[in-house]
């Protein structure tokens, strides 16, 4: 079902909480035959069927009409027919989103927030810590501060979305990108990012749900 959509800035962004089964996702789509033979010859699971599927209820949903998504070499996403029409995918589990643009390219992305219970052992710490927790060397920079966890997965988030907008290989998170600091009490907001290869600033917009974290922006009007 549809879970979010806002129009912001020139930017649409929606999000799609999947509760549907494969079958209940093909009968929401006016060409579910085509649909439904592209994601089974591409995917043999029934989970990667389901999230591939439901990008494409979103897609029907927010522009009311069945397109079909082809992918650059970079394995960016594009609308053929619709050149002037910008869009960024992701999923985590349980959600699927895009980002739709008419002036510039754009990159959106969730990340589902880890829960735990209480621990009980103090030598299960190190395997009970969020996975980016774990991970926070390969993209947080010694000049960037997140001290919780929604702190660092919006730090994450934002590099991950800022890399779809540059659409160019090898980028360094630690190197090439830095989050300037931000209030991680607020759960929605906006945020500065430079791309500083390049010397440029983007404003990373966000928001925190209650399964997720969701970061996206734009390049400027060109």
């Given at each position: ?134 991970v926070r060397t390969r993209f947080m920079r010694n000049d960037e501060f997140a001290e919780t966890t929604i702190g660092l997965l919006l730090h994450w988030s934002a590099k ?63």
């Amino acid at each position: 079902m549809l879970y979010y959509d806002k129009h912001i800035e020139g930017m649409r962004v929606a999000v799609w909480h999947v509760t549907e089964d494969y079958e209940e996702l093909l009968s929401m789509l006016p060409d579910a035959d085509s649909v439904s033979n592209e994601a089974e010859q591409q995917f043999s699971s029934e989970f990667r069927r389901i999230e591939w599927t439901a990008v494409r209820v979103l897609l029907y949903t927010v522009l009311d009409r069945q397109v079909h998504i082809n992918y650059n070499d970079l394995g960016a996403p594009l609308l053929p027919g619709y050149e002037g029409l910008h869009i960024s995918i992701s999923h985590t589990k349980g959600y699927v989103a895009i980002a739709l643009s008419e002036s510039a390219p754009i990159g959106i992305d969730v990340e589902q927030i880890e829960r735990f219970e209480e621990k009980t052992n103090v030598f299960d710490d190190k395997e009970k810590l969020p996975r980016v927790e774990k991970v926070r060397t390969r993209f947080m920079r010694n000049d960037e501060f997140a001290e919780t966890t929604i702190g660092l997965l919006l730090h994450w988030s934002a590099k991950e979305t800022l890399f779809k907008v540059l659409g160019r290989e090898g980028v360094n998170f630690v190197d090439e990108m830095q989050v300037s600091p931000f209030d991680e009490t607020q759960y929605e907001g906006e945020f500065s990012i430079k791309d500083m290869k390049e010397d440029d600033t983007y404003i990373i917009y966000y928001k925190v749900f209650d399964d997720f974290v969701l970061t996206y922006t734009k390049k400027q009007d060109e």
